[in-house]
C-alpha cells in the first residue's frame, strides 16, 4: 500500500474503529499521519490499534459520546462507521428491530455528529459518514430497516453540508457495496443456514457485486483518508459509490 502523510498534523475520530471497515479507516488515517482516538461499542477489539487513544464507547448513548467528544480542544475529522443490517422485508421487521435499525445506525449518527461539530467548526475540517448503497441508493431485498436507516444518514450528511458550508466544514456519505467484514461473514453463517452450505451464501453476496467480488475494508479507508485530506477540500454534501459497479 502507498501511503503520503497528507493527514499529518490532523486529528480524527473513528468510531465503531474496533473491527471491518471502521478498523481499516484507523489504520489507514493512521498511516497517512493523522493522530487518531478512535472507539468502538466492544473496546476489546481496538487491542492493538496504534491509535492516539482507545476508548470502548456506545455511540447510541448520548452521555458517554458527549463525554468522549469533551475531551478534545480540536478535532479535524471524523468518521463515523457504525451501523447495523436487520435481514428482512418491512414485514418481517417488527418494531423492536425497526427501532433498533433506526437507533443504531441513524440516531448514532445524530449524536455522534452533533457531539464533534462544535470542536470542528473553528477551524474547520471535515465529517465523513459510512452509509451504503442499501439506501436512498437502491433498493435491495429484505433491507428494509436497513436501507431507510442510511437513507436517513445521507440525508442528514447532506443536510449537514448544507448548515456548515460556510463554517468550512464538508460532510460526505461513503456508500460501500458488499464488503468482505467481521459482520458480514455473520450474515453469510446466517444465510446458509437457509440456503444449505456457506458457499452457496457467498455466492448471493458475490453476485450482487458486477466486479465479481467482494470489496475490502481498505478500499472503503482509502476514499475516507481522501475525503478527510485537504485534497477533497473542495468536495462536500456528495454521496460516494464504492461498490465494485453495482450503481454504474
Ligand atoms: N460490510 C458491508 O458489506 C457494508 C456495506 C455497506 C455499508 N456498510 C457499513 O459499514 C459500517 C461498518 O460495517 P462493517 O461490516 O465493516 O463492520 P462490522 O459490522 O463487522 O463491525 C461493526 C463494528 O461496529 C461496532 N459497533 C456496533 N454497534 C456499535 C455502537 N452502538 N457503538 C459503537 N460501535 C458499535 C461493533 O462492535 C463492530 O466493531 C456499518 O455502518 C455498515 O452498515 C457495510
Redesign the pocket.
Known amino acids: 500500500m502507498t501511503t503520503t502523510e497528507r493527514l499529518a498534523g490532523k486529528i480524527a475520530l473513528v468510531?465503531?474503529a474496533?473491527?471491518?471497515?471502521?478498523r481499516a479507516v484507523a489504520e489507514r488515517l493512521i498511516a497517512e499521519g493523522a493522530q487518531v482516538h478512535a472507539?468502538?461499542?466492544?473496546g476489546a477489539?481496538l487491542d492493538g490499534l496504534p491509535a492516539a487513544s482507545v476508548t470502548a464507547?456506545?455511540?447510541?448513548d448520548e452521555a458517554a459520546v458527549n463525554a468522549w467528544a469533551g475531551r478534545f480542544a480540536r478535532v479535524d475529522a471524523l468518521v463515523h462507521?457504525?451501523?447495523?443490517?436487520h435481514h428482512g422485508t418491512i414485514e418481517e421487521c417488527s418494531p423492536a428491530d425497526w427501532r433498533r435499525s433506526m437507533t443504531?445506525?441513524l440516531d448514532?449518527a445524530y449524536t455522534v455528529i452533533r457531539a464533534v461539530v462544535p470542536k470542528i467548526r473553528p477551524q474547520g475540517g471535515s465529517v465523513t459518514t459510512?452509509?451504503?448503497?442499501?439506501s436512498s441508493t437502491k433498493g435491495f431485498p429484505k433491507r428494509a430497516a436497513y436501507g431507510a436507516a442510511?437513507a436517513g444518514v445521507i440525508g442528514l450528511t447532506k443536510a449537514c453540508a448544507a448548515d456548515y458550508l460556510a463554517d468550512k466544514v464538508r460532510f460526505n456519505a461513503v456508500c460501500?457495496?458488499?464488503?468482505d467484514?467481521?459482520?458480514?461473514r455473520g450474515r453469510i453463517e446466517e444465510l446458509a443456514k437457509s440456503l444449505g452450505s456457506i458457499e452457496a451464501a457467498r455466492k448471493m453476496f458475490i453476485d450482487r457485486q458486477p466486479a465479481g467480488r467482494l470489496g475490502t475494508?481498505e478500499e472503503i479507508a482509502g476514499i475516507c483518508a481522501f475525503l478527510a485530506s485537504d485534497d477533497a477540500v473542495f468536495m462536500t454534501g456528495q454521496v460516494v459509490n464504492v461498490d465494485g459497479g453495482i450503481t454504474i
Open positions: 468510531t465503531a474496533g473491527q471491518g471497515i471502521g472507539s468502538d461499542l466492544n477489539l464507547l456506545d455511540a447510541t462507521c457504525v451501523g447495523y443490517v443504531i445506525t448514532s459510512i452509509a451504503s448503497v442499501a442510511k460501500p457495496g458488499t464488503v467484514s467481521p459482520s458480514l475494508p
